[in-house]
């Protein structure tokens, strides 16, 4: 199988070192600058558990059409460059090619088919309909990540915790081609789950990085702090009211209170989250596909969503007073 990674930093690097180590595949990668270098200079590097894991990369280019048709194509850029990405994906895809985004929020397929959302594209993520028309629905599965990972150096990745993939159809149901990427990560060593409603995995991932990652942003409090303020606490919880309507009125249901999540996010102790990291790093945030598109759905539903309203307000004034946001 030929599989291509697009963003080939923490969790990119994570997904192809392990594919690339098993021998499964023929691993390549679209890169530019430091990591392009590293890549061609390394090969596939990963640092676990005591452990370094190096395998070559198959090909790696700034060209998608250096590279050509895959059988696999897995997205692990962060938000803000997925337009970008988008514009330059077509030499990848062919007939059979199945594009994986592994990436955070809420992603530009979401509210394809959902009657109460329309047939407009989510703009906080798709603007102007770029994405959805470079990459046909009919391509996509969806997946959700829950591993965490960082890149000490460009090219060679940390892994922290965590091995847990989620895939599925993104209209719901069973496919052969669901349980072959399932099986092709599997072997690669990844925590897999074929989901049969990945529309739902994504949202209930979604809920709890709504409000933690922009509220640690813009405080830069490790997520234990966070929780430990009863009045953010509570504001936390607000937004994240808002946001399970918003679940209930799209398919989307959350089966748990926001005390519920906040005591499974209070068991990973003082860690900070990825919103966080990117602050300190200087790279630019997420805010669009984990706060600016939930708001959006809301205005589309006409549920109100003031609570929301005030953070992503909040952030999107704190991260572009700093550059980190357009």
């Given at each position: 199988m030929k599989v291509c990674i697009l963003g080939a930093g923490a969790i990119g690097g994570f997904i192809g070192t392990r594919l690339a180590a098993r021998g499964q595949a023929k691993v390549s990668a679209l890169a530019r600058g430091a990591t392009?270098?590293?890549?061609?200079?390394?090969?596939?590097?990963?640092?676990?558990?005591?452990?370094?894991i190096q395998a070559p990369c198959a090909?790696?280019?700034?060209?998608?059409?250096?590279?050509?048709v895959q059988d696999l194509?897995?997205?692990?850029?962060?938000?803000?460059?997925?337009?970008?990405?988008?514009?330059?994906?077509?030499?990848?895809?062919?007939?059979?090619?199945?594009?994986?985004?592994?990436?955070?929020?809420?992603?530009?397929?979401?509210?394809?088919?959902?009657a109460a959302l329309g047939d407009a594209p989510l703009e906080a993520v798709d603007p102007g309909g770029i994405v959805g028309a470079a990459i046909p629905f009919e391509t996509v599965l969806g997946c959700v990540v829950h591993a965490a990972a960082f890149t000490s150096e460009p090219g060679l990745v940390v892994h922290k915790m965590g091995a847990g993939l989620i895939v599925g159809e993104p209209a719901g149901g069973a496919s052969a081609r669901v349980d072959t990427v399932a099986a092709l990560l599997r072997e690669a060593g990844f925590d897999v789950t074929a989901s049969a409603d990945v529309r739902r995995d994504v949202w209930y991932k979604l809920w709890g990085?709504?409000?933690?990652?922009?509220?640690?942003?813009?405080?830069?409090?490790?997520?234990?702090?966070?929780?430990?303020?009863?009045?953010?606490?509570?504001?936390c919880s607000q937004a994240m009211g808002e946001a399970a309507a918003i679940g209930a009125l799209v398919g989307c249901p959350i089966g748990q209170t926001p005390e519920d999540r906040h005591a499974i996010t209070a068991r990973l102790g003082?860690?900070?989250?990825?919103?966080?990291?990117?602050?300190?790093?200087?790279r630019p945030v997420e805010l669009d596909a984990i706060v600016g598109a939930v708001?959006?759905?809301?205005?589309?539903?006409?549920?109100?969503?003031?609570?929301?309203?005030?953070?992503?307000?909040?952030?999107?004034?704190?991260?572009?007073?700093?550059?980190?946001?357009?």
């Amino acid at each position: 199988m030929k599989v291509c990674i697009l963003g080939a930093g923490a969790i990119g690097g994570f997904i192809g070192t392990r594919l690339a180590a098993r021998g499964q595949a023929k691993v390549s990668a679209l890169a530019r600058g430091a990591t392009l270098d590293a890549l061609r200079r390394h090969g596939w590097r990963l640092q676990q558990g005591g452990e370094s894991i190096q395998a070559p990369c198959a090909a790696v280019s700034a060209d998608a059409a250096e590279l050509g048709v895959q059988d696999l194509v897995v997205i692990a850029v962060k938000g803000p460059a997925l337009t970008q990405v988008a514009r330059g994906i077509a030499p990848l895809i062919g007939p059979q090619t199945v594009v994986l985004p592994a990436m955070n929020g809420v992603p530009w397929w979401f509210g394809h088919g959902v009657a109460a959302l329309g047939d407009a594209p989510l703009e906080a993520v798709d603007p102007g309909g770029i994405v959805g028309a470079a990459i046909p629905f009919e391509t996509v599965l969806g997946c959700v990540v829950h591993a965490a990972a960082f890149t000490s150096e460009p090219g060679l990745v940390v892994h922290k915790m965590g091995a847990g993939l989620i895939v599925g159809e993104p209209a719901g149901g069973a496919s052969a081609r669901v349980d072959t990427v399932a099986a092709l990560l599997r072997e690669a060593g990844f925590d897999v789950t074929a989901s049969a409603d990945v529309r739902r995995d994504v949202w209930y991932k979604l809920w709890g990085n709504l409000t933690m990652n922009p509220v640690s942003a813009i405080t830069g409090a490790t997520a234990d702090r966070v929780l430990a303020d009863p009045l953010v606490r509570a504001f936390c919880s607000q937004a994240m009211g808002e946001a399970a309507a918003i679940g209930a009125l799209v398919g989307c249901p959350i089966g748990q209170t926001p005390e519920d999540r906040h005591a499974i996010t209070a068991r990973l102790g003082a860690f900070k989250t990825s919103m966080l990291q990117d602050v300190e790093a200087g790279r630019p945030v997420e805010l669009d596909a984990i706060v600016g598109a939930v708001r959006e759905l809301g205005q589309r539903l006409g549920q109100p969503t003031p609570a929301i309203d005030a953070l992503f307000g909040l952030a999107r004034l704190f991260a572009r007073e700093r550059g980190l946001y357009q």
